[in-house]
């Protein structure tokens, strides 16, 4: 079947499931499969063809003609999100079923469906208008999503940040779909690359969708928006919600002229957030904000790569430029399918154990033996260790980096300071993943609720072990995938025809794959002379200590406090610490809070002066005519003054 | 033939590396005027470990058996990627630095799993170090090759460290001296004579460890030291120029030298309080900047 016809279907497919999500769950989740089945077929389309796919109608909405396009940009996007999309939905159908949620369950699968198809028509739409509209519907599908719980507080709280912020982002798009139809004279878009005038128009865009994207300053709203959301949502909002931002930088600034800056910004921007973002996650001790921090460090590393591709595509379409690209692009499925993996196992955390609270848990593995393997497995791809695909995507980026220092051309010496940030935003990805699976699942359970913990169904591991499988294809053969990071990289600048992957790819991956099938050989090897020599039992050693407990445990501050001890100019955690006092103390409380710092030390105090501000003002207008008359008295006699002492009105 | 050479390196990587903790022993004897354990102590260790049963926690998952076996694994791998001297590297390819580094990095994610798995504080204490510790020794790490891409104009290792360090050799290989002991857990970062004391790093993550996987342990951690050893004589000596013998004999003096400067080190420092651990990290960090600003400044070897 042709492109178009597979997205009639699944368009088709995701409107049936959005009507009949609210009675029938089964044949939702028919419908909803059935469309990530046809959307994914349609990318695999034109991956295969290399052409890209368009379809003109003269059937107007909102005063214009209907446009859909789908090229190997939006094509590498519109995979991601049928893999989500299919697998979240499969997840729900046990993580929040009907008989726990009779209230909230159909409303999610509606809203899951309609968040599905809009993000859908931003993938395809072709028109300014369109996607301002499907963009505007896509958020607020997300905010419903995101409140499901809307009994508790927090929820509300994260969900209307969330919404403002949203559309504090939406603003500066109307600024900048609005500023492009005008000065092109038609809401039509599509390549305009020779038009140099439109290059400032990427700073409007960089504003609005990085706050989508997450960038940090502008993520304020994304740590407690994932945290508070069901993990499934949480799973489609980090995996792919927030890759919309991504889609909307990768895609103007392929299709519109930038400044020469945009550049060195987006990979400025991108550094500082991935190190920044990974501190803040190190330091959190609630396991899906820790994961929500994280993709802000991921998605700092997709803008440094989308800003290293730009100035080599500045540069004479240098090859690192290439490098780059190819890396962003990867990044955006590996960070989409280990990080939906990782929020799937936290929902499991959370479904068995009922707390997100890492210092509550512990020891999970016995229980949770499959949640505990594919989690540690998407750690191990988050914090970018080979054989798995984090690294594949972040070596690339390195690569592009690393020769295009190695030419020694003067402004690019200035790509060496991002290339050490990102590498010590790698080596703390490490210790926070370290963290964050050793913590959860090893050791003993730290209270009665981790103790009775249970596994879940099939329907919760099946899309997991879908997406561990992801993690480790993409992983083992980025060849494999390398045909859609090419087609989407021509379809990003059409003068990059290189369709033959970089020559060291295919030696990593041999590399790659023969080191996996190493650890593999060797850990059963280790096992069976272990197993051989005599294995035994027995109480943890500790130095010789006869009675611990689960309280003695390193915890996840603990864990945490050395590396984070590093960033308190950042974090500012606050601490509340009761001693304990006496010879028989009775009761000692040590409470850390890492405060999200941009939202409650930045923008909370400027947003209460500018509200004193007003309520001061407003003392101005009180209805009495009098002092109106005062008024316009008084500002007659300042003009009448300023008139006199030689001013010019 | 290429199965051939990957035999005989890997055999070589993993019969020399538990000499250099012997050859560090006896300087260190040497220096205090005692006679010290024999050179080939640590072989004696490994085959009785080797023979030994195992006990684990009660609270351990397989995890706390396959984590060595993947970081031992991953440490075999690094090593094979560097290249030794005039042999060049056995599979050598662009960007194959950062495969070094990375995979360097995954066996350091397994021993802290690993050490983690027991529950106890002591290596919890210990993995948490590791961890954070790594964060500005990877930080100077990249900044070294960064230094010698930058001199080479190449991201391949064989290219990289073929000629020498150039102008900031003297940095560089201070900076990456620096690194070696930190990374290893050398005096002044960590003591590794010591085993019952708040203040370690990797002999406390191995608390619990016994038998076989105690042995793999132990012997990737030689493997690592042989690894930075390497690199470090390597990044600092103008090997590439060097005829064949030439070149071995050099490779050879030059890892005898970092272990005898490893053990002089032990013998005339002691252990630094913890808080000062980063401020010494900071400074390779700085010493290896350093390098990098004179090989950007200086010519292209």
Known sequence: MSAGALLLLALVSLTLAMLTGGRFARTWLGFVLVAAATGSAAAVTVFATGAEWEWQSDFRVGGEA??????????????????????????????????????????????????????????????????????????VSAFFLLTLDRQRREVRQSGWLYLAASHGGTLCLFAFFGTLAARTGSWELGPLRERADLSPLFWLALAGFGVKAGLFPLHIWLPSAHANAPSHVSALMSGVAIKMGAYGLVRFSGWLPVPAEAGWALLLLGSVSALFGIAFALAQSDLKRLLAYCSVENIGIICAGLGLALLGAARHHAAWGQLALAGTLLHVWNHGAFKALLFFGAGSVVHAAGTREMSRLGGLWRAMPWTASLFTLGCLAVAGLPPLNGFVSEWLIYLGLFDGAALRAAPLGAVMPPAILLAAAGALALACFAKAAAIVFLGAPRTKAAERAHEGGAWMHGPMLLLAGVCLALGLAPLAFWPAVASASRAWNPTWVA????????????????????????????????????????????????????????TSGAFAGLAAGWFTWLLRPERLLHRPRGLLPARATHIERVPETVLERVLTPVAKQVLRASTATRRLQHGRLPAYILYLVAGLCALGLFVLLGGRP | MMLLELIVRLALWLLLAPLLPGIINKVKAWVAGRRGPPVLQLYYDLARLWRKGVVMSTLASPGFIIGPAVAWVAVAGAALLLPLGAAGSLVGFRGDMLMLLYLLALARFCTSWAALETGSAFEGMGAAREVSYAVLAEAALIAAMLSLCVQTGSTALATMLAPSGGAGAVLLAAGLFLVLLAENCR???????????????????????????????????????????????????????????????????????????????????????????????????????????????????
Request: glycine residues 8%.
């Open chain 1, 499 to 554: 369709s033959e992957p970089p020559a060291p790819l295919a030696a990593l991956s041999l590399v790659q794959l023969t080191l996996a099938c190493l650890a593999g050989a060797v850990a059963v090897g280790l096992w069976r002379k272990a197993c051989a020599n005599g294995l035994r039992r027995g109480l943890t050693w500790d130095c010789g200590y006869a009675r611990p407990t689960a309280r003695m445990q390193y």
């Open chain 1, 66 to 139: 209907l446009h859909l396009r789908l090229d190997g940009v939006s094509a590498l996007f519109l995979a991601l999100l049928s893999v989500l999309g299919g697998g979240g939905a499969a997840y729900a159908r046990e993580y929040w079923p009907d008989e726990h949620y009779p209230d909230s369950a159909p409303r999610g699968r509606a809203c899951w469906s309609s968040l599905m198809l809009c993000m859908g028509l931003v993938l395809l739409s072709s028109n300014g208008l369109h996607f301002l509209i499907a963009w505007e519907l896509f958020a």
């Open chain 2, 187 to 301: 005096v002044p970062f960590d003591d590794p004579n010591t085993h019952l004391e708040l203040t370690m790093i990797h002999e406390v993550m191995v608390l619990d460890h016994s038998g076989p996987p105690l042995a793999v342990l132990l012997h990737c951690a030689t493997m690592k030291l042989l690894l930075f050893a390497l690199l470090l004589t390597q990044a600092v000596l103008p090997i590439g120029r060097l005829s064949e013998p030439a070149n071995a004999t050099v490779l050879a003096g030059g890892v005898l030298l970092a272990m005898v400067g490893v053990g002089l080190v032990e013998s005339l420092l002691a252990r630094l309080a913890f808080r000062r651990v980063p401020l010494f990290l900071v400074t390779a960090f700085l010493l290896c900047l350093f390098a990098l600003l004179m090989a950007w400044k200086g010519g292209r070897a």
